[in-house]
């Protein structure tokens, strides 16, 4: 248990369907990012929130979509996928304004398969 | 952002030590020297992070060079469940905490 919680796990989806993925913390951090990782590639960075505003977007498609609602949720909204979407997408948190002299916390993971 | 070179993959033994390296010759003065590794199915988990001074945890130690253009993460006692990808990543000192990921080391236990 690191204190990051993503919800579902396991996500299969229809090309035309619309999901959201879910993660959670509480451990009082104020930034939250989410992460996708495709089979045998590395962690690519997506989106970056700090004190729930997005400060980063990675050239992502807009067929996904985030929300921060507070600091302490993090949302990402997927809408008319690809095939090519299906990945483990992991959402982490960490303490911003701390440069490198603390940690991120990362939730297990959620793996999505676009069928 | 600085980049780190790690070797793709290492072979360890049980219960004997692994010495982890990292490159990182473009490091600036403000640069710490985090290390994650990720288990099988599993996001990410912190290992260790320093700046100049060598450090230690219940997880693992790291010694930094005294040029800072290097780094190690020892496991003193490598068990089964250390089979991991293991990644070196610099952060710089400002505000931003993101990490960028790089391939990192595939790391294998033999019993």
């Known amino acids: 248990e690191t204190g990051v919680t993503q919800t579902p796990r396991h996500l299969v989806m229809g090309m035309t369907n619309k999901k959201s993925l879910k993660c959670e913390q509480h451990?009082?951090?104020?930034?939250m990012y989410w992460y996708k990782q495709s089979a045998k590639k590395p962690l690519e960075l997506m989106f970056v929130y700090n004190f729930k505003e997005q400060t980063e977007n990675n050239s992502v498609p807009s067929r996904f979509s985030p929300e921060c609602p507070n600091s302490s949720h993090l949302f990402l909204h997927l809408h008319t996928l690809q095939p090519e979407d299906s990945a483990l997408y992991l959402c982490?948190?960490?303490?911003?304004?701390?440069?490198?002299?603390?940690?991120?916390?990362f939730g297990q993971g959620t793996r999505l398969t676009v069928v | 952002d600085a980049k780190t070179t790690q070797p793709n993959s290492m072979e360890s033994n049980e219960e004997e030590p692994v010495h982890l390296p990292c490159n990182h010759s473009?490091?600036?003065?403000?640069?710490?020297i985090h290390w994650y590794r990720q288990l099988p199915s599993q996001g990410p988990e912190y290992v260790i992070h320093?700046?100049?001074s060598n450090v230690n945890n219940r997880m693992a130690s790291l010694a930094i060079a005294e040029d800072r253009k290097s780094s190690t993460l020892i496991l003193h006692r490598a068990t089964l469940r250390d089979a991991a990808v293991y990644y070196c990543i610099l952060l710089h000192g400002g505000a931003t905490n993101k990490l960028i990921f790089g391939t990192g080391t595939l790391l294998a236990v033999q019993p």
């Open positions: 451990l009082g951090h104020n930034a």
């Open positions: 473009t490091i600036s003065g403000t640069d710490y």
């Open positions: 320093g700046l100049t």
């Open positions: 982490a948190s960490s303490q911003h304004g701390t440069g490198g002299r603390t940690e991120a916390f």
